[in-house]
């Protein structure tokens, strides 16, 4: 049959990312202590176009993505899917986005109770023929700040809210990219309080009293994020966003940086 899409564009535009959006399948993400856990992945995958193609085929980036939602996969997997849309496509340049929830295990800070806590998560790679992947790890991290302004000036009490980190890093190496686990655990030391998604009455007790302890503007937040950064091994470069979702105002506050490290 007519392959259409090799056919010829006269219109001279070669074209940076052409793919597929939103793609949902279930992938295999590696866990720290071993074996994965199964997630459901929401995916973007594009590859280059030369300006001379009239376009890609598409059909191409699920046969490429099929056989890995089998497979547990990290940065090293993300590495040989990019090389295989790069061959599979005849492509100058392969990008991949998988976004999914990540579940870590947190026991309650008195009582132990055990739970899961969901995390944002993402696997960003991108490839260009005959040069090594950039990957970019995502994570964002629940938590709660407490405003120290508050603490200072009431009488009793202190206005708290939920708060975000967003971070993206990536490393010297594409793969030796820390483990979500261990980004999770460290960003959570820079709020006021972790979350834990089961309380009981005495573990309420703790994390009201420990962010009162403990109050941190979002400002404070970001700060100690980036210094916790700084300190791990083989970052190269990070962005980062705080959000608190403002209990006593109808808006938030914001806060983000972005640094590389020489």
């Not at 009455?201 to 994390?207: A, G, N």
């Not at 009162?212 to 937040?221: G, H, L, M, Q």
Request: proline share 5%; hydrophobic share 35%.
């Amino acid at each position: 049959m007519k392959d259409v899409q090799k056919s010829h564009d006269a219109r001279g535009i070669e074209i940076q990312h052409v793919g597929v959006n939103e793609v949902h399948l279930p992938f295999l993400i590696k866990k720290k202590e071993g074996g994965f856990q199964q997630v459901l992945a929401s995916i973007r995958f594009t590859v280059s176009l030369p300006e001379k193609y009239k376009g890609t085929h598409m059909s191409r980036f699920l046969e490429v993505l099929m056989p890995w939602s089998q497979k547990p996969i990290e940065s090293r997997e993300m590495d040989s899917i990019l090389s295989d849309a790069l061959t599979r496509l005849e492509a100058e340049s392969a990008s991949l986005k998988i976004r999914f929830k990540y579940f870590i295990e947190k026991s309650a800070p008195v009582s132990g109770r055990k739970s899961l806590l969901d995390i944002d998560c993402s696997f960003s790679g991108e490839k260009k023929r005959g040069e090594p992947m950039q990957f970019t790890l995502g994570v964002v991290v629940p938590c709660t700040s407490l405003c120290p302004c508050s603490k200072e000036i009431s009488e009793y009490g202190a206005h708290n809210q939920r708060s975000v980190i967003r971070v993206k890093l990536r490393c010297e190496s594409a793969h030796r990219t820390p483990w979500i686990e261990d980004i999770a655990k460290a960003l959570e030391k820079c709020a006021s309080c972790q979350i834990y998604p089961t309380l009981k009455r005495e573990d309420e007790k703790y994390v009201t009293e420990h962010a009162y302890d403990n109050p941190k503007f979002v400002e404070d937040i970001l700060r100690d994020t980036v210094l916790t950064l700084r300190k791990l091994p083989g970052i190269k470069w990070f962005s980062i966003e705080c959000e608190n979702f403002e209990s006593i105002h109808n808006h938030n506050a914001f806060a983000s940086h972005e640094e590389t490290i020489v």
